[in-house]
């Protein structure tokens, strides 16, 4: 095997939370959002608007978005330290699981009362219920464009901010049943509104909840094909073939990679390295790499596929064993066929 000082690891390093990520924009939303879901309970419970109220939950989701999402990127920019060789970078994953989990939770609940209040109407008051649903809609446009200027690269702002967009949407579905309340004295309208709600805090829960796990379980990047990122490897000059291929997130919008690439006896393990980083960073945007580059033992370029045999015994002029546990398809190179 080829000397792991020099051949065995290619580093991209984009380690550093981005810049761009504007606390300030977060916090003037969450502020805005906060006084004002305080005032829309109130009035809820005068106006006995189940819509008003179930706003007024997935409000409290957005304020909690918001603050996890200040919170985790502050734990995430800490540096890497004992254990954690990442640093903390995955505390906005958690945060977002947190998230989409409470959304799920509050969806429940609130279709649970939603039929309820459907089969046995209360009273509701409209006039509140509209006037309540316009200023709403006019805080929550100003909060998500505030949320829009922030960087949403990571899970968690885009996070907040669908929440946002999602609640953007729920207020006018209760505008209009407080018009519709207001004018025909139909109160069920205030249900069905609290139906339309929960149908968009399902749909938010359930992305961040899905978006997450994606993460936690180390799957590639949503878009990216582990299977087309190791065939471009493999078709490039000197490549004899690419395998223990991972592609993984390590949070959102940090993707990393590892692979072992073997090459013919001939090439320059060094070139070829850089130009594989070179592909990887320009072509699927992955800066972090880990490769571990070897000559190809001669048996592979004789017959076009790696001897697993050979593989046992760390290949030709190996010092140590290798491959002895493959992960994932190989992707034979034109150096290997």
């Not at 380690?15 to 809820?44: N, Y």
């Not at 419970?45 to 189940?50: E, P, R």
């Not at 829960?205 to 087309?228: I, T």
């Amino acid at each position: 095997m080829s000397d792991a000082r020099e051949h065995g690891g290619g580093h991209g390093h984009g380690h550093g939370v981005r810049a761009d990520a504007d606390r300030r924009f977060l916090i003037t939303a969450l502020l805005l959002i906060l006084a004002f879901m305080a005032a829309e309970i109130v009035v809820g419970v005068f106006a006995h608007s189940l819509a008003l109220l179930s706003d007024a939950g997935h409000m409290l989701t957005d304020a909690a978005a918001i603050g996890l999402a200040l919170v985790a990127m502050r734990i995430a920019a800490r540096p890497p330290a004992g254990g954690f060789t990442y640093g903390l970078k995955r505390a906005e994953i958690i945060s977002a699981q947190f998230n989409g989990i409470t959304l799920l939770l509050l969806t429940i609940l609130f279709v649970v009362e939603a039929v309820h209040r459907l089969i046995s109407p209360p009273e509701v008051q409209g006039a509140p219920v509209l006037a309540t649903g316009l200023a709403g809609i006019a805080v929550n446009m100003a909060a998500a464009w505030l949320l829009s200027r922030a960087n949403r690269a990571s899970l968690n702002v885009e996070g907040a901010f669908q929440h946002i967009l999602s609640d953007l949407y729920a207020f006018i579905a209760t505008t209009i049943a407080g018009l519709v309340v207001w004018m025909s004295g139909w109160v069920r309208a205030d249900a069905l509104a609290a139906l339309v709600v929960a149908a968009l805090m399902l749909k938010a829960g359930w992305r961040l909840v899905r978006d997450s796990g994606r993460v936690f379980m180390e799957a590639a990047p949503v878009g990216m094909s582990p299977a087309e990122i190791g065939r471009r490897m493999a078709a490039m000059e000197q490549v004899a073939e690419v395998h223990d291929l991972h592609v993984w997130e390590v949070t959102s919008g940090y993707a990393a990679l590892s692979a072992h690439v073997l090459v013919a006896p001939e090439a320059d393990c060094h070139a070829v390295r850089q130009a594989i980083e070179v592909v990887l960073r320009d072509g699927y945007g992955i800066e972090h790499t880990t490769l571990q580059v070897d000559h190809a033992p001669a048996r592979l370029l004789e017959i076009g596929r790696i001897d697993r045999s050979s593989c046992e015994t760390g290949g030709v002029g190996a010092a140590e064993p290798h491959c002895r546990d493959p992960h994932g398809p190989s992707h034979p190179g034109n150096s290997g066929r």
